[in-house]
C-alpha cells in the first residue's frame, strides 16, 4: 500500500489497522539495542518512534547511533546490537557475501518497514539536470557502511558514469554542497529527511531524476530490491513530482535473537503502526500486515513468523 503526497495524519487515516491485542509476550523483556543510523535520518527518527512505543509496552529498546545499513548488518551478526535498521540490498549483499561484505552473514528479518527514496541533491543554482551531467564532477555517494553507499557505487556503475566519487556523512555532505566543496550527494532515506529540509532553509536545493537508470541498475544487480519510487511535488520545495528509485527497508536480526523478542518486536510493527510514522511524513510508503511479511529472499525470523500468523489467523 503506497502513499505518496500525504501528510502524516492522511496516512494514518487510510490505514489498516489491526485493534489491539494482548500479547502473550507481556512479560517483562531483556533491554534491546536497536542499530538505527545518523542524526538527521530518516533510520534515527523511526528508531526513536519504534523506542518510545517499545517503552510504552513495557520493555526498553535502546537505538544505538550508526553509520547505516552495513555497519547495522555488521553490528548485528557481532551480537554489537540486538536488532538493525537496513536497507533490503545490502541484507541480500551480506546474506550472499558479495561486496561489500566477505563472508556471508546470516540476518533475518523482523519485517519490512517502509520504502527509502534515493535523493540526488545538487544546488538550485547549479546547471545540472540528469545524472550524466555529474561526470567528472565531485559527488558523495553516502556515509561509509551506510546503505546509500552501496547504492551510489552501483548507480554510477551500472549508468556507466564516473563521477569523483567521495563518502561524507549526512551532515558533513549537506555542509559541503552548501559551500561548493562538492557537486552532488546521494542520500537514501524517507522524504522529507530532517537534515536535507534543514540544509534547504539555508541554500536551497534541487533533486535530480534517477528512475531512468532503474532498469539498468536491475538488470546489472537484481530486480528484487529495486523498483520506482515517485517523490511527490512540495519536497524541499520542488515544483513537479520527481521519478527516483526506491528500496525497502527492513528490521533485522541474527538467528541467535530469542524468538519472544522476535514476537514482541513484530507484533509492535501491527499493533501500534499508527505510533511508528514520522510526523513530517511526506510520500513515505508504509505498510499493512501483508506487505510487513513480504520480505523477498529475505527469510523471516521464526518468531516473527509466529507472530504474524497469530495475528493473522
Known amino acids: 500500500m503506497s502513499v505518496q503526497g500525504q501528510s502524516r495524519r492522511s496516512v494514518l487515516g487510510g490505514m489498516c489497522l489491526l485493534p489491539m491485542l494482548t500479547s502473550c509476550t507481556s512479560a517483562a523483556l531483556d533491554e534491546l539495542s536497536l542499530a538505527a543510523g545518523e542524526p538527521g535520518g530518516f533510520y534515527a527518527e523511526f528508531a526513536d518512534l519504534l523506542a518510545a512505543v517499545s517503552r510504552s509496552a513495557g520493555w526498553p529498546l535502546r537505538p544505538v547511533t550508526t553509520g ?36 556471508p552473514l546470516e540476518l533475518l528479518a523482523i519485517g519490512r518497514l517502509y520504502e527509502n527514496y534515493l535523493q540526488l541533491a545538487v544546488r538550485s543554482s547549479a546547471p545540472f539536470i540528469r545524472l550524466a551531467d555529474l561526470a567528472g564532477r565531485v559527488v558523495s555517494l553516502g556515509t561509509p557502511g551506510s546503505g546509500a553507499s552501496l547504492l551510489g557505487t552501483r548507480l554510477v556503475a551500472a549508468a ?37 529540509s534543514a540544509l534547504v532553509g539555508q541554500s536551497p536545493v534541487r533533486l535530480l531524476p534517477l528512475a531512468e537508470h532503474l532498469p539498468a541498475l536491475r538488470a546489472r544487480y537484481g530486480a528484487g530490491p529495486y523498483s520506482t519510487a515517485v517523490m511527490p511535488a512540495g519536497v524541499y520545495g520542488a515544483a513537479t513530482p520527481i521519478a527516483t528509485i ?38 513515505i510508503q508504509y505498510f499493512d500486515q501483508p506487505v510487513l511479511v513480504d520480505t523477498g529472499d529475505v527469510p523471516l525470523h521464526p518468531g516473527a513468523a509466529v507472530a504474524y500468523r497469530k495475528l493473522h489467523g
Open 68 to 103: 547505516g545499513s552495513r555497519s547495522n548488518a555488521e553490528l548485528v551478526i557481532r551480537g554489537g546490537a540486538d536488532v538493525g535498521l537496513a536497507l533490503t540490498d545490502l541484507v541480500l549483499a551480506a546474506r550472499a557475501g558479495v561486496s561489500p561484505f566477505a563472508a
Open 160 to 196: 556507466g558514469i564516473a563521477v569523483r566519487a567521495c563518502e561524507l556523512n549526512l551532515a558533513a555532505a549537506t555542509a559541503a554542497l552548501a559551500d561548493g566543496r562538492i557537486d552532488a550527494f546521494l542520500w537514501s532515506g524517507g522524504v522529507p529527511t530532517p537534515a536535507v
Open 246 to 283: 526506491g528500496v525497502a527497508n527492513l528490521l533485522v536480526a541474527a538467528p541467535t535473537l530469542p524468538g519472544r523478542a522476535a514476537e514482541a518486536l513484530a507484533r509492535l510493527l501491527v499493533e501500534r503502526a499508527s505510533d511508528l510514522v514520522p510526523a513530517a511524513a511526506l510520500g
